[in-house]
């Protein structure tokens, strides 16, 4: 689950580095599912092990209280890591430094779509804070505190009524999305809508949740199935690779009918068909447990650096999303787009600093502060709070 939520970080960056030509490599060009279900589902099976075990032995009304503890972290999240942003481009824009420095004469507050932000305080301001202000760059958040906040929900309906009951209001959430019938608002001065709609995109997270949960079974792995899923994600390629459905006018034309079924906003059921596939496929890749990944070799140690990543998601997401403008902007001083070097450069660094962030993160939560000291070093402390040992 680490690795694969690590991969997805990794993507995310690539997919949010504005520009960038190594967009077209990433799953999203290949399939209609991409990152976001790799994030979103795999939260789903983090979350199912961080508060499931809270349900079970607290009772829901404890484990609701830590669902709304999350959520209020991941809320407070969402608005900082917008206000870091945009205060950051609109600096930068206000400053002139880049058009002096390089010749620079991108608006890259325009871009994000943020002057709205500025010139529409009254609204936009209540807005960022009530989650009716949602620019796109900054969509998946919301839909995850959403999501969160149906996971009592889920709980309560598969005590009281078991695993059906579970899966029945998935299916009923998931329609709701994709007839339309509950949406959320992402502008207040417009009808656009979240660009995820947390109602669709449950499905995913639940699926992964149900699978951690023990509410849905391990699929059997044998060679009829496997089969089926290469042969379902090979013949998806043509309708998602634009290399392929521009050539034909025809792929064109039964993409564009199809476009209800793949519809990223409201999860259109083929991206969830899609996805499955794939992920029973790299199930069986890693085995069981990871079993494949784990090596003692130099692609066990690369693996456990994705690893890390992944541990620590939440954070990295935040960071990767301002690294990826940072990274953006300097590529764009040195007119580096088109070039292989700059742009390599540009995506590497992303993920150097996306794998620092990783490790800080991770050395903070191990609050190293508390460990007690051994040797020399409680000797030096004793001797500075004026506490010498006797002899």
């Given at each position: 689950m680490d690795f694969f939520r690590g991969l997805g970080m990794f993507i995310i960056y690539i997919a949010h580095l504005p520009n960038n030509s190594w967009t077209l490599w990433i799953p999203a060009r290949f399939g209609f599912s991409d990152a976001t279900e790799i994030f979103v589902f795999c939260s789903g099976m983090a979350s199912a092990i961080a508060f499931g075990a809270v349900f079970e032995m607290r009772g829901w009304m404890m484990g609701t209280a830590r669902i709304l503890y999350r959520m209020w972290q991941v809320y407070w999240a969402h608005v900082l890591q917008f206000l870091v942003i945009a205060a950051g481009l609109v600096a930068i824009q206000q400053s002139g430094y880049l058009e002096e420095c390089c010749g620079l004469t991108e608006n890259y507050v325009t871009k994000l779509n943020l002057w709205h932000f500025f010139n529409k305080t009254p609204d936009t301001l209540p807005g960022l804070l009530t989650l009716t202000y949602v620019p796109n760059y900054f969509d998946i958040l919301p839909m995850y505190i959403v999501i969160l906040a149906?996971?009592?929900?889920?709980?309560?309906?598969?005590?009281?009524?078991?695993?059906?009951?579970?899966?029945?209001?998935?299916?009923v959430f998931w329609l709701a999305a994709t007839f339309d019938i509950i949406s959320f608002p992402a502008e207040p001065w417009s009808q656009r809508e979240w660009f995820f709609n947390p109602l669709g995109w449950q499905l995913v997270f639940f699926t992964g949740f149900a699978f951690m949960r023990g509410w849905i079974p391990a699929p059997p792995v044998n060679r009829g199935l496997m089969l089926a899923a290469v042969v379902l994600v090979l013949i998806t390629i043509p309708l998602a690779w634009f290399r392929v459905y521009r050539e034909f006018e025809m792929l064109s034309e039964i993409r564009l009918a199809l476009r209800p079924f793949w519809t990223k906003t409201d999860f259109g059921i083929f991206r969830y068909i899609h996805f499955l596939a794939l992920a029973y496929l790299a199930w069986i890749a890693v085995g069981a447990k990871g079993r494949y990944l784990v090596t003692d070799n130099a692609w066990g140690s690369v693996v456990r650096?994705?690893?890390?990543?992944?541990?620590?998601?939440?954070?990295?997401?935040?960071?990767?999303?301002?690294?990826?403008?940072?990274?953006?902007?300097?590529?764009?001083m040195v007119w580096g787009r088109g070039n292989p070097l700059i742009v390599f450069l540009a995506n590497a660094g992303g993920f150097a600093a996306l794998i620092a962030v990783a490790y800080a993160v991770g050395w903070f939560k191990g609050q190293p502060w508390k460990r007690k000291p051994v040797g020399e070093a409680s000797l030096k402390e004793a001797r500075y709070l004026g506490k010498q040992p006797a002899e």
């Open positions: 149906l996971i009592p929900v889920m709980m309560a309906a598969h005590r009281f009524a078991g695993r059906g009951a579970v899966f029945a209001l998935m299916t650096v994705i690893q890390k990543v992944g541990q620590q998601s939440l954070a990295v997401f935040l960071a990767s999303l301002v690294i990826a403008q940072a990274a953006g902007i300097l590529r764009d």
